[in-house]
């Protein structure tokens, strides 16, 4: 089992490896024409790794530039350009200090400039300033209030681009008409470039009827200056922006089938859309699990195999525990899998972090249950306090990657030997 375990592991690293966003950023920057003294912005949790790339091929053609990205995530200094952490997945009052620099330095821009604008998942977060009128605390409440009702990123973003001076296309309004080249890296499935990062200079495709829709589904409590702000209608047409697509979760699952070939396993992609509760996508891997085996194998799936899906799934909050989306998943798919020998279920966020944890996801086999309970953990009473992580641990089944440099959605698998 170690063996097979290893063998996930070396998948899922060399997999995260083949998406990082270096080289996607230079062949993007190939493929345009830069003025010299390019003003560079770079917002999300691979906004450094994006921002290096960018640096190295331009250096100093880059006039000034910022690099805002979730804390721990800077990997050292940039010449000529300006670092700044904030919170995640909570923006907090250095998101709203570093966005505020940000608007002052494009502020600068006329139309004859240029600016070299770099998007990745999270920028949600890092890159606010509330409208007149709503405070980042309040931000904070209704985004606490999404993520515990299980509200899926585009809710989420939909509401917070209508709340928000920078997103929703309204950054690019700050920009004075200046040429904008945006470069982005994709966390969302399908790629909609109006709910990256909530599309800072992308035109908005929801309206303020679809906002007050998910207020009114989730029940959400709001002050009267935030349904005020929320009244207030996104731009809907961008004229100075031209955006390039590069990384997204297909490509990460690709890059696992691959890999996991070149390893002696069958890869088979089931989906690269999953979007539905961890826990309940963790006891389906678990059903699909116990299917492959010699003699009931209902999918003629060839063993050695490996199960690759995609996507980003939902956790509805009921306990009081930690974890994430990945752990919930990993611990579900752990009660199902107990006493199956030679399968191992996986799931990891492609950016290292997951949930308020240092955890990137979870491994577990058939013998994880087994060492919870010796451990004296109850994994059905953590699955119900959303517990995972303390669960995982237990079990020595966490994955820990430490901060990967991309952000492309998460990646579950299930490995058979």
């Known amino acids: ?16 490896r083949a998406v990082l966003p270096e080289e996607a950023v230079k062949k993007a920057l190939a493929g345009m024409q830069l003025k010299d003294g390019v003003m560079l912005v770079a917002i999300g949790k691979a906004a450094w790794n994006m921002a290096f790339a960018a640096h190295e091929v331009l250096g100093e053609r880059i006039r000034e530039g910022i690099v805002l990205t979730k804390y721990n995530h800077s990997q050292g200094k940039l010449k000529g350009l300006r670092i700044y952490e904030a919170g995640h997945p909570l923006p907090d009052q250095n998101s709203v200090l570093a966005t505020g620099e940000i608007l002052e330095m494009v502020g600068k821009l006329t139309s004859k400039d240029e600016l070299l604008f770099l998007v990745s998942g999270g920028g949600s977060a890092l890159f606010e300033k509330p409208l007149n009128g709503v405070s980042i605390d309040e931000v904070i409440s209704v985004t606490n209030q999404l993520l515990a009702k299980g509200a899926d990123i585009v809710e ?10 920078v997103k929703g296309g309204r950054f690019a309004e700050h920009c004075n008409g200046a040429k904008i ?28 009827d679809d906002a007050l829709k998910i207020v009114s589904k989730y029940e959400l409590e709001l002050s009267d200056d935030c349904r005020k702000a ?36 069958q890869p088979y992609i089931l989906s690269t859309f999953i979007q539905s509760e961890a ?8 059903a699909i699990g116990k299917e492959i085996i010699p003699g009931k194998n209902a999918f003629s799936f060839r063993r050695p195999c490996a199960i690759i899906l995609g996507g980003e799934t939902v956790v ?15 611990l ?21 972090t997951d949930g308020p944890t240092e955890a990137a996801g979870g491994m577990v086999d058939g013998q994880s249950f087994k060492r919870m309970k010796i451990a004296g953990i109850d994994p059905e009473e953590k699955l119900n306090q959303n517990d995972s992580f303390h669960a995982l641990k237990a079990s020595e089944d966490l994955i820990i990657t430490g901060p990967t440099g991309t952000n492309v959605n998460d990646l579950m698998m299930i490995l058979c030997g």
């Not at 089992?1 to 997999?15: G, W």
């Not at 989420?156 to 001076?165: D, E, P, V, Y």
């Not at 509805?316 to 990993?330: F, M, P, S, W, Y």
């Not at 199902?336 to 492609?350: H, R």
């Open 1 to 16: 089992m170690n063996s097979l375990r290893n063998k996930a592991r070396l998948i899922i690293d060399e997999a995260i």
């Open 156 to 165: 989420m973003n939909t509401i917070r681009k209508h709340l928000s001076a």
């Open 181 to 208: 080249h945006s470069i982005v890296l994709s966390d969302i499935i399908g790629d909609p470039l109006d709910s990256i990062a909530s599309g800072p200079a992308y035109p908005d495709i929801s309206t303020t």
């Open 230 to 265: 929320i009244q207030q209608e996104t731009p809907k047409s961008i004229a100075n922006c031209e955006t390039v697509v590069t990384g997204s979760v297909a490509e990460l699952c690709k890059a696992a089938a691959r890999i996991a070939q070149q390893n002696g396993f």
């Open 279 to 286: 826990k309940e996508v963790g006891y389906t891997l678990a």
């Open 316 to 330: 509805h909050l009921k306990g009081n525990g930690i974890g994430g989306r990945n752990q919930e998943l990993a």
């Open 332 to 352: 579900s798919a752990a009660i199902g899998i107990q006493n199956l020998e030679n399968v191992v279920i996986c799931s990891v966020g492609s950016d290292g």
